[in-house]
């Protein structure tokens, strides 16, 4: 075969010839049968293991996920060895509501992925191993570009068989710089998911509260509530009877079953609306369902007065609520989104630098060392950067545009919260006067009560009455304090300062209880200077000679800075001088308002005007009206020059 080899080459005088030898030879080392059979395998084994037939999921299968998942449920739980008072019930949910550790996996996922995402800043260490064979002899020929000629015999350098390894350290400077920024996210989302947690916190604090002080008022009412209907299902029976043996009037009868019907009526309504929420006490301490269980009784707190200064109320909302902390996070990952896009368009410098083995003994060097340095740059993307500043603008005013819609749906949300609670203490006045009185009512009803039907079946309705009065007074309570609870949770507040996962449950329950009584006594009361306060005014006069009209017009515009939270001090304020100037003409004149604010003792005066027209001898309501359209027209421009004030003091 050698020697046919040869004189073929030999016998080569075209590039005709040159082509056919070649294709031979090709032919030769490439043996038909084995092509064609690899041929047909392949598509075989690909079809064969792309044929998946769905496994319908068995009903053994969801009984064992519904056994497996259950008793999941109740794990590592306290089982609960007395009556439960308002700190265990919060202290058990915070440990075992299920909702709350699906938060916890949540958070502690985002701050593994923030981990991993660390590492793909470092250099890659890349190990390769393999083993290579061939069913024919490697190797090939050469032939000369200018004269087409052969110029070596075939011959090969490697082996048919051999094994490959190898080990190369490379490190791109921009794939570090784009894992940089992209671990900087990573470690925002995880602060996100942080705030989400506290959120679920806060969420589930006042859940329990509400849930709580309902199901306490029905367990108080119960014993009475089931004894007063006995009694009234009775009476009831009592008057149908007497209805029709005319013991009594047909109407009174009639008019006595229609007052038992509602108080009925009522006290089934009630004792079902508090009733429920116990069950619903239970879902949040992931109690097992059949698990009966009392409230500690509690004794009703006071009420903490409504609060006054919403203005400060407010900015302790803005300084805590979880959802502004979440943008806080999330506009920084859009800062790092740019700048991560950006690095992505700069060239790309690599180094690598590695061992390589190889066991082919054809080889003079079978194992050696290499390096390179390498340098790329897709010049295309340069023209996509003004798109990329432009999309980059944008998505910072939609954060932006969503912070300020965030921060106006708290505050109003806050104020909601403050004249809710407000109400709900009048509510609860209201009710615990209704109560005393039917207290009173039915206390005389029992001294007069007779022997007479009529009489008897009076003092019956008379004490539902006032088991009635007593579920509306514990509603009313449980109103105010879900309303107070309410009006927390808008502040942010956490209902524990730290970690409390390795507490146990004694220990969760005390912190539980100090914390909410240092801190909810005092939440109302609480101020912050985080953002500063505008400083106070005092008001001079200047062209109003009339020192009644003075006291008016110094009345009218302190109520209306008093509505924008601007306060004046009449010794400490910072100077306010109101000019006014009449121009007169023949039957009107020209009246201006300058303003001007003395900054500091540099008494940097920034003037203000405000010109408007009045008839002739006008009275005096009308420069007072003046006054006030002035002073409200500039309002934007002596705000931001108190902001200045305040700025400069600091």
């Known amino acids: 075969m050698v020697n046919r080899g040869t004189d073929a080459w030999h016998s080569i005088n075209s590039n005709s010839k040159r082509d056919d030898v070649l294709n031979d030879l090709v032919t030769r080392k490439a043996p038909k049968k084995v092509l064609v059979g690899i041929g047909l395998v392949l598509p075989l084994l690909l079809f064969s293991g792309c044929a998946i037939i769905p496994k319908p999921i068995t009903q053994d299968e969801v009984r064992n996920r519904i056994a497996e998942d259950t008793a999941g449920m109740y794990l590592n739980q306290e089982p609960i060895n007395g009556p439960v008072s308002v700190e265990e019930a919060i202290a058990r949910t915070l440990k075992y509501n299920l909702d709350y550790r699906l938060k916890q996996m949540e958070s502690a996922l985002e ?70 920024y992209r671990a900087r996210q990573q470690a925002n989302k995880f602060l996100i998911a942080e705030e989400r947690r506290r959120k679920v916190v806060q969420n589930m604090v006042q859940d329990v509260r509400t849930s709580f002080w309902r199901a306490l008022g029905a367990q108080r009412l119960a014993k009475q509530t089931k004894e007063i209907l006995n009694q009234a299902n009775l009476a009831l029976a009592r008057s149908r009877e007497a209805e029709v043996q005319r013991l009594i009037p047909p109407a009174l009868a009639l008019n006595y079953q229609r007052a038992l019907l509602d108080a009925i009526s009522l006290l089934n309504l009630r004792r079902q609306d508090l009733e429920i929420a116990k069950r619903e006490l239970a879902a949040l301490m992931n109690v097992e369902p059949g698990v009966d269980f009392i409230l500690e009784e509690a004794d009703e707190a006071k009420l903490p007065a409504p609060p006054t200064d919403i203005r400060k109320l407010e900015e302790l909302a803005l300084l805590q609520r979880s959802e502004l902390r979440e943008e806080d996070s999330r506009k920084r990952i859009t800062a790092d989104e740019t700048r991560k896009q950006l690095l992505s368009m700069l060239p790309s410098v690599s180094f690598d630098y590695g061992f390589n083995f190889d066991s082919n003994n054809l080889l003079y060097n079978n194992s050696w060392f290499q390096g390179g340095v390498r340098i790329s740059w897709n010049l295309m993307r340069i023209a996509a950067i003004p798109s990329l500043l432009k999309a980059q603008e944008g998505q910072v005013e939609v954060d932006r545009s969503r912070r300020m819609a965030l921060s106006m749906a708290i505050m109003t ?109 005092d939440t109302l009361r609480m101020t912050s200077n985080l953002f500063g306060h505008l400083p106070t005014l005092s008001i001079t006069f200047v062209g109003v000679e009339d020192p009644v009209l003075q006291v008016r017009m110094k009345a009218q515009v302190a109520a209306l800075l008093a509505r924008h939270q601007i306060d004046l001090d009449a010794e400490n304020g910072v100077p306010l001088i109101l000019t006014m100037q009449r121009i007169p003409s023949d039957e009107i004149e020209t009246t201006i308002w300058t303003l001007e604010l003395e900054g500091g003792s540099d008494t940097n005066k920034k003037p203000a005007k405000f010109v408007t027209t009045l008839p002739s001898n006008s009275r005096a309501s009308a420069y007072e009206s003046a006054l006030i359209a002035a002073v409200t027209s500039v309002l934007p421009e002596l705000r931001s020059w108190l902001a200045e004030l305040a700025k400069e003091d600091k």
């Not at 064979?133 to 570009?145: A, C, D, V, Y």
């Open 111 to 180: 701050l593994g992925l923030t981990g991993f995402a660390s590492y793909d800043m470092l250099p890659r260490l890349l190990t390769s191993a393999g083993y290579r064979s061939r069913l024919n002899e490697p190797g090939g020929t050469s032939i000369g570009i200018i004269d087409n000629q052969i110029s070596l015999r075939p011959s090969r350098a490697t082996q048919k068989n051999h094994a490959q390894a190898a080990a190369e350290f490379s490190w791109n400077l921009l794939d570090f710089g784009v894992s940089y």
């Open 413 to 521: 949300q806050l104020r909601v919260g403050a004249e809710r609670y407000r109400l709900a203490i009048i509510d609860f006045k209201l009710a615990d006067i209704g109560f005393q009185v039917d207290q009173r009512l039915a206390a005389n009803m029992r001294a007069s009560v007779t022997a007479k039907l009529n009489s008897e079946l009076e003092a019956i309705r008379i004490n539902a009455r006032a088991v009635l009065g007593a579920y509306q007074r514990a509603n009313a309570y449980a109103n105010a304090q879900i309303a107070f609870g309410r009006l927390y949770n808008t502040l942010g507040f956490d209902p524990l300062p730290d970690n409390f996962d390795d507490d146990t449950l004694e220990k969760l329950t005390e912190r539980i209880r100090e914390h909410l009584q240092t801190t909810e006594e």
